[in-house]
T-cell receptor, first 114, second 113 residues
Framework: EPEVTQTPSHQVTQMGQEVILRCVPISNHLYFYWYRQILGQKVEFLVSFYNNEISEKSEIFDDQFSVERPDGSNFTLKIRSTKLEDSAMYFC????????????FGPGTRLTVL | AQSVTQLGSHVSVSEGALVLLRCNYSSSVPPYLFWYVQYPNQGLQLLLKYTTGATLVKGINGFEAEFKKSETSFHLTKPSAHMSDAAEYFCAVIVGGYNKLIFGAGTRLAVHP
């Protein structure tokens, strides 16, 4: 069964460093998402991406964040200069046609900023 | 603005007992509601969803949920808990251009023998 994959499963970085979190969505899906979950808090929407551009972003998704689909398979989230408060589990999701279609989630990348 | 509240961050039941996980929503427009489950070290998996039509929705693994507009609720139930049901459960509502899931805080379900 096709699934969303994410790498790495755990990333440790120093404050101020750049990190890139990688996701491979399901191959025929067209809509891509990033969510995050700070330990003990809710899963929060960050950004949605369709047709090679951001379709919606939350207030969390400031200038330090960017997303890219560099090739036909990967979908990346870059944090330019990490802060302590960026420590969280980051989930990638995709779906075929947006809307009410099920979003399929990856297993997440745990980011720890020291 | 749409929001979701899950009552009870931890619920513990005996194997074979009824599972009831509570979810209330706030929405100015007809909501579309979802329950996701997260097993340890895995991603979120859709259990069931309500969009329109029948208010009692059946999902995978024997779970079901009922949309009650008068109570603004979408509680998740399962008649008989199994050890494999131990996981974290998230209620969510979809908003905006139908692309953004808004999640509740989650309920961790423990099942003991």
């Amino acid at each position: 069964e096709p699934e969303v994959t994410q790498t790495p499963s755990h990333q440790v970085t120093q404050m101020g460093q750049e990190v890139i979190l990688r996701c491979v969505p399901i191959s025929n899906h067209l809509y891509f998402y990033w969510y995050r979950q700070i330990l003990g808090q809710k899963v929060e929407f960050l950004v949605s991406f369709y047709n090679n551009e951001i379709s919606e972003k939350s207030e969390i998704f400031d200038d330090q964040f960017s997303v890219e689909r560099p090739d036909g398979s990967n979908f990346t989230l870059k944090i330019r200069s990490t802060k302590l408060e960026d420590s969280a589990m980051y989930f990638c999701a995709s779906n075929l046609a947006g809307g009410l279609n099920e979003q399929f989630f990856g297993p997440g990348t745990r980011l720890t900023v020291l | 603005a749409q929001s979701v509240t899950q009552l009870g961050s931890h619920v513990s039941v005996s194997e074979g007992a009824l599972v009831l996980l509570r979810c209330n929503y706030s929405s100015s427009v007809p909501p579309y509601l979802f329950w996701y489950v997260q097993y340890p070290n895995q991603g979120l998996q859709l259990l069931l969803k309500y969009t329109t039509g029948a208010t009692l929705v059946k999902g995978i693994n024997g779970f079901e949920a009922e949309f009650k507009k008068s109570e603004t609720s979408f509680h998740l139930t399962k008649p008989s808990a199994h050890m494999s049901d131990a996981a974290e459960y998230f209620c969510a509502v979809i908003v905006g251009g139908y692309n953004k899931l808004i999640f509740g805080a989650g309920t961790r379900l423990a099942v003991h023998p």
